[in-house]
């Protein structure tokens, strides 16, 4: 995934014009307009259109770098079972670490979403690795998570007093981790 913030960093280092960036991801599908205004969008940060492989290719090529200086990889589970305020704590504990600091911290923390952090991140590094990013210089960017809304099947009822009964409602939440190379 193209990192907002990196490219933006290396077209001010090598001031790079948007026009020029835009010729380079013409493609089919998508005229000399609609690909300036792709690379304003993915300067500000909205990825719309999404940017393809090849467009990344191509806007490495035209600022001379290499590809892994202008991405990212992301991981993500969806509808993880837990409450959302639970696993921010973990996830607070692992932004801004290097992967191997952040694995060895998740192995021995104390809490159940800390295993399905755990799994996110490895799941980003073997992302990272499969487009031959270096492993070692990995670090957390960014570990965010989202709410899900409740649980499927656990709309359920306790009894209370009186012939009452409260709503038992457990929650579900969106966790993303994105690691970054140095």
């Avoid at 493609?27 to 259109?49: H, I």
């Avoid at 009822?157 to 009964?165: L, N, S, T, V």
Wanted: proline residues 3%; contains cysteine; glycine residues 4%.
């Amino acid at each position: 995934m193209l990192s907002s913030e990196k490219f933006n960093k290396v077209c001010k280092e090598r001031k790079a014009n948007i026009e020029q960036l835009a010729e380079r991801i013409v493609r089919g599908g998508l005229n000399k307009k609609q690909a300036v205004s792709a690379v304003k969008n993915w300067q500000k940060g909205l990825f719309k259109p999404k940017p393809r492989r090849a467009d990344i290719e191509h806007l490495a090529s035209a600022l001379n770098v290499d590809q892994n200086e202008i991405k990212d990889w992301q991981s993500s589970y969806q509808y993880a079972p837990m409450s959302p305020t639970k696993v921010r704590l973990v996830t607070a504990m692992i932004v801004g670490r290097p992967v191997q600091d952040a694995m060895d911290l998740l192995k021995f923390t104390n809490k159940r979403a800390a295993s399905m952090i755990d799994k996110v991140l490895k799941a980003a590094v073997a992302d990272a690795d499969e487009q031959q990013a270096d492993v070692d210089n990995l670090y957390v960017s960014e570990a965010r998570v989202d709410d899900a809304g409740l649980r499927i099947g656990t709309k359920r009822w306790i009894a209370k007093d009186r012939g009452r009964a409260h709503p038992i409602r457990k929650k579900a939440s969106h966790i993303y981790v994105k690691v970054a190379q140095i």
